[in-house]
């Protein structure tokens, strides 16, 4: 019941700036964390950062200073801003929303966007 969709993902040259948005729908979950992962071709999936839902976030080291994650909870949207992007930064970037049914948590994947950073 509840359905998570990227966009924003596009070819940019290094150096420029992406801002990625996770549209989540549904009605109205309780969404405590939520979290961008991304996967390079052949590689396995790694955590991007997260938000809370007190608005606390976390990166990983590798986009600390250059990436910041928000969230519009009045709109069910979250955003990935990605500044200064490097070649290294090629990879389907997904959106991870966890929410909570009562006590039972659950958590819901986007079919990803895809980030090209290319000269």
């Known amino acids: 019941q509840v359905q998570v969709e990227e966009s924003g993902g596009d070819l940019v040259q290094p150096g420029g700036s992406l801002r990625l948005s996770c549209t989540i729908s549904?009605?109205?979950?309780?969404?405590?964390?939520v979290a961008w992962y991304r996967q390079g071709l052949g590689k396995q999936r790694e955590l991007v950062g997260s938000?809370?839902?007190?608005?606390?976030?976390s990166y990983s080291d590798s986009v600390k200073g250059r990436f910041t994650i928000s969230r519009d909870k009045e709109r069910n949207l979250a955003y990935l801003q990605m500044d200064s992007l490097k070649p290294e930064d090629t990879a389907v970037y997904f959106c991870?929303?966890?929410?909570?049914?009562?006590?039972?948590?659950?958590?819901?994947w986007g079919q990803g966007t895809q980030v090209t950073v290319s000269s």
């Open positions: 991870n929303v966890w929410t909570l049914n009562g006590t039972t948590p659950k958590d819901y």
């Open positions: 938000i809370a839902s007190v608005g606390t976030t």
């Open positions: 549904g009605d109205n979950p309780t969404v405590p964390l």
